[in-house]
């Protein structure tokens, strides 16, 4: 069974950054594209970035275009999500997932338990 453990999330003042980490486990990291949502307080979950198997193809929403990069290492099992100029609208619980590469919750498999950002103003 696949696990995912994210890591790094805290507090940031606004215009700081921070770099997300989800640990993969269980299966072939290699053979997953991988996911980033967020909800917010109050809010849906919402589709923040993905990356394909090899890293060739990645795709975000709007508001993390120019702001946040996907990445991943298959050597290291993990995917990263590096968050420049956050702002107090990104704060989040933000959870990585593993499945299609995609924008729909539906196109993963496999979820894990989040981590939280919070930006002060």
């Known amino acids: 069974q696949v696990q995912l453990v994210e890591s790094g999330g805290g507090l940031v003042q606004a215009g700081g950054s921070l770099r997300l980490s989800c640990a993969f486990s269980g299966r072939t990291f290699s053979n997953y594209a991988m996911g980033w949502f967020r909800r917010a307080p109050g809010k849906e979950q919402e589709f923040v970035a993905a990356i394909n198997v090899n890293g060739a193809y990645t795709n975000y929403a709007d508001s993390a275009k120019g702001r946040f990069t996907i990445s991943r290492d298959n050597n290291k099992n993990t995917v990263y999500l590096q968050m420049n100029s956050l702002q107090p609208e990104d704060t989040a619980a933000y959870y990585c997932?593993?499945?299609?590469?995609?924008?729909?919750?539906?196109?993963?498999?496999?979820w894990g338990q989040g981590t939280q950002v919070t930006v002060s103003s």
């Open positions: 997932s593993a499945g299609a590469y995609g924008s729909r919750r539906r196109d993963y498999s496999y």
